[in-house]
């Protein structure tokens, strides 16, 4: 991913944010699990705990909890551009059975360059009316 002529590749970088240190990181260095295979929902929380800035690699994300975030960034690769030229956006299979929304966001959240899906397992969608965010 390119962001301001800096190329990351799940490394740890620092930038400065109205003079507020503000920190990068990618779920895949917390244990997140590209396959979709594992669930990677401590990965992602690991992750927006420790960084401001959370990349999301391409790849299918198991996740069966809600993350929160608080003025932080969860992004795919190709955050804020138009993916379908180049490959489909990191996706998101949010466990509907958690009964509780993928995402909560507060005050300067935002998510960028992601697809979520609900991975029904079984339910029937019109008796599930889990929202995919939540906004404070």
Same mark, same amino acid.
């Given at each position: 991913m390119r962001q301001s002529g800096i190329v990351l590749y799940g490394i740890y970088v &620092? &930038?400065?944010? %109205? /003079?507020?240190? +503000?920190? &990068?990181? @990618? =779920? =895949?260095d917390y244990g997140a699990d590209p396959t979709g295979k594992n669930d990677s929902t401590a990965a992602f929380r690991s992750a927006l705990l420790n960084a401001t800035t959370v990349n999301v690699p391409y790849g299918t994300y198991s996740i069966t909890g809600s993350i929160n975030l608080t003025q932080q960034t969860l992004q795919g690769a190709y955050a804020a551009s138009w993916t379908s030229d180049v490959q489909p956006a990191p996706n998101i299979?949010?466990?509907? @059975? +958690?009964?509780? $929304?993928?995402? %909560? #966001? %507060?005050? /300067? $959240? $935002?998510? %960028? /360059? #992601?697809? =979520?899906s609900y991975d029904w397992k079984g339910a029937d969608p019109s008796e599930v009316s889990t929202p995919c965010f939540l906004t404070t």
């Open positions: &620092v &930038v400065y944010v %109205h /003079g507020a240190e +503000a920190s &990068v990181a @990618s =779920v =895949v299979m949010f466990d509907v @059975s +958690a009964r509780t $929304a993928f995402a %909560h #966001l %507060h005050s /300067g $959240a $935002a998510i %960028h /360059g #992601l697809s =979520v």
